[in-house]
């Protein structure tokens, strides 16, 4: 019993070190809801899940003098966040967005607070890109009422003619723009099979203008 134990605290240990050792470090600002802009050393991991803390460390140097010299005392604080209460993250000139990725029907395909960026859109409709460890760049759309989460513009559901049926429900609030997905009008519907990525992305480029253009 006492082996298994030993063999069990083991994989923990390699678990959480594979999953430290994924996450990089990076000088940037981290913008926490509704409160305020933190500067200093961010360690996440921009190419995969970061399903614990994303950590800032940041020094603080005080000065003071006696009567013969002057001293300096640097501290160093690291703080976790949880992604959740993050809106965004600032690295090199690049704003980062943690959102859930849904790839296809399979929850263990499913990913869970990825670093990813927009490319057109607002917060409320947008294509994300997202970059995965072996440099790999895919597609996700939030839409209205459903952007807690992003969703694969190569989802399966939009298999045999199915990208009719879901994006025109989904934007159905928007009629003008239903119509047209709903029958198949040039550049607002795609058969997610044959059309390549960047039909792809502008099928879902005309919707998003379109559907802000709406309101």
Known sequence: MKTLKNVACSIIILLLS??????????????????????????????????????????????????????????????????????????????????????????????ENCCVQKIAGNDSIAILQWADKNGVISYYTTTPRFNDYAENIEHPKYDDGGFKSFAAIKFSRCKSLGDKIYNKEEGYFYENKTASLNEKLQVWKNIIRDYIACW
């Open 18 to 111: 594979i999953q430290k050792n994924d996450a990089q470090t990076y000088n940037g600002r981290i913008v926490i809801l509704f409160t305020d802009t933190l500067e200093g050393k961010i360690t996440v991991n921009l190419t995969g899940e970061n399903k614990g803390m994303v950590y800032l460390e940041k020094s603080t140097t005080t000065k003071t003098k006696n009567k013969k010299e002057k001293i300096s005392a640097t501290t160093t604080e690291k703080i976790g966040y949880n992604p959740a209460i993050i809106s965004a993250l600032l690295i090199d000139d690049k704003v980062y967005k943690f959102k859930d990725l849904r790839n296809d029907y399979t929850d263990g395909n499913n990913l």
